[in-house]
């Protein structure tokens, strides 16, 4: 496909994805438009960044004053992800690897220290959406913050269709409602948003209690597919609020390192859903495995970093609440063994942190 072609077709894609996202947010009650991002509402300044190897990134970077959406089309000669996260070093690894083929991954809230490390890297015939991020680095042009940069990469015309553009608007739309829900629950409380707002807001929940499920209970599960999933979802992994932090002890990369913001901060090993805690009456393969990581970075700890020692705890996910609960002696002697702080989280746990946000909305209704 010519590059030309591309960005015809790149226009008319970011153009029904805004106008789908839009007819939804309409229904929102008016008083809480800020809560949610500017394009919603407001004629917005599109950019799509054009590669020598036909890779893409649509950004839409800040409201204009017109009545009508304004496009720009830049070319460059580096690398696509490098149009937007500049002057870091493309030789090492990233936070986050997008693999060949992987699509429909969003990244999507926070904050990302990567150091001078890429805050991401994409093979080809991939895409991914990254949302309202703030990236801090050691390289020149940083703090930087995006609200929307949606890459694809080589081949991508398989991507640019209109209906994939209006259903990723409707993904999108629920997504933020749970993100608002999940994370900043409190605020919302306290701030008495809209009855209609507040429905939205809980059949966003709803949805993702069912998304939960429905990924937790799948025997195909790749580690990936699961990552992303809990990146985007990290409260999951606890029921007080938290922010990620650089995946780094040392040379090791943990899945998650959460902050408390006490000054106190979890060590957090993923095992895939599929994984049982015990097995024929012993650890398992994966629960070994990740006793093993907790082992060795706490010990990393101990040996570099002495002094915060007593700020970390350690957390394994794996397995299911029947198995824990029925080898719970088994399970609680080998973690008295580690010799640190460690607990175990299962699935159902982490639908369980899912059931206690939609109470407190439930709780919320007819407050306003």
Known sequence: MSGNKTVELSKQFISAYLS??????????KRDWGLFPFYWYRYSKITIHTSMWNDLAISIDRFVKDNEDKTTVKETEDRIEESHFP???YTQWPMFQVNQGNHDI???????NVGKHPFIKIQDGAEVRILEVRIEADAIGYPRERMFIWFLTYPNE??????????????????HLQLLATRKLDDLLSRKVGEKTLLLF???VE???EECIRLFSREDLDEASLQYFLEEHYFLLSPKRVEKMKRKVGSFIPDFILNHGDNTFTLVEIQLNRDPIIQNGQLSSGMKEA????????????????QTLAKYKGLIVIGRRKSYLENKAIINEVLSEIGYPVSILTYEDLVDSVDLILSRLEKAKGKD
Not at 20 to 29: E, T, Y
Not at 106 to 112: P, S
Request: overall charge positive; glycine content about 6%; aromatic content about 14%.
């Open 20 to 29: 789908q996202i839009r007819h939804k947010a309409s229904v929102l009650d």
């Open 87 to 89: 002057n870091l070093d």
């Open 106 to 112: 969003i990244l999507q809230g926070g904050t990302f």
């Open 158 to 175: 398989k991507y640019l269709r209109i209906d994939k553009a209006t259903s990723n608007a409707e993904y999108d739309f629920w997504g």
């Open 202 to 204: 809980r059949s966003s």
């Open 207 to 209: 949805r993702l209690r």
């Open 291 to 306: 006793v093993g990581q907790l082992k060795n970075w706490f010990e990393w700890i101990s040996s570099n970093e002495s």
